[in-house]
């Protein structure tokens, strides 16, 4: 079963607009992960925040993690068409048997 | 540096056949990784080896086996291939599980005929 669970599930913005998504989780973790996958190709990490971070930079990137309400934001400022993709939110749950969780995904489309 | 290689990029099967996705890491990762990922589904995790010589169920492991042939390669087995197998399939690695991201191969489009 899912971990994380992404919010919305489809997105659609200007370009030049910012992007906000959103993640929700059920138990403790480790860290969250942020991937983006293009069309047809695989994972590509974005950002990890772990669970004593509250927020985090990389660019024009932002994720945020209230571990209190288990949940994470991404946010995309001043989006490109070369944004549009595919978003997942991966929970690294807490423990021995850790291994990360992917959630179903965002699909950000970024019109030009 | 090459990253994470698969192969091969696509296949058709036909419902009964057998075939091994094999996977290669060149940046000496202990951790390696199969999922499939299925259209609304997500990715969801096969099989894991943590390290050289071991391996572990994921959440989805029926149906296939795996084997960590050396540090670099994990390849999965697919003995008798299922229409329900259809999917995308990846391959991921990294240093330590648990500890940093994952690095994900190109993936292998697979159809069950």
């Known amino acids: 079963s899912q971990q994380g669970e992404e919010d919305p599930q489809a997105l659609s913005i200007q370009e030049g607009e910012n992007a906000t998504m959103n993640c929700s989780y059920k138990t403790s973790i480790n860290n969250l992960q942020w991937y983006r996958q293009n069309s047809g190709r695989g994972l590509v990490h974005l950002i990890l925040?772990?669970?004593?971070?509250r927020e985090k930079h990389s660019g024009r990137l932002r994720v945020t993690l209230d571990t209190s309400k288990k949940s994470s934001s991404l946010l995309i400022t001043a989006s490109r068409a070369a944004d549009t993709a595919s978003y997942f939110c991966a929970t690294d749950a807490a423990g021995a048997n850790s291994k990360l969780t992917f959630g179903k995904g965002i699909t950000l489309s970024v019109r030009p | 540096n090459a990253g994470v290689t698969q192969t091969p990029k696509f296949q058709v099967l036909k419902t009964g056949q057998s075939m091994t996705l094999q996977c290669a890491q060149d940046m000496n990762h202990n951790s390696m990784y199969w999922y499939r990922q299925d259209p609304g589904m997500g990715l969801r995790l096969i099989y894991y080896?943590?390290?050289?010589?071991?391996?572990d169920k994921g959440e989805v492991p029926n149906g296939y086996n795996v084997s960590r042939l050396n540090k670099r390669e994990f390849s999965l087995r697919l003995e008798s291939a299922a229409p329900s197998q259809t999917s995308v399939y990846f391959c991921a690695s990294n240093r330590d599980r648990g500890q940093d991201t994952q690095y994900f191969g190109p993936g292998t489009r697979l159809t069950v005929l």
């Open positions: 925040i772990r669970s004593n971070e």
């Open positions: 080896s943590a390290s050289e010589g071991t391996t």
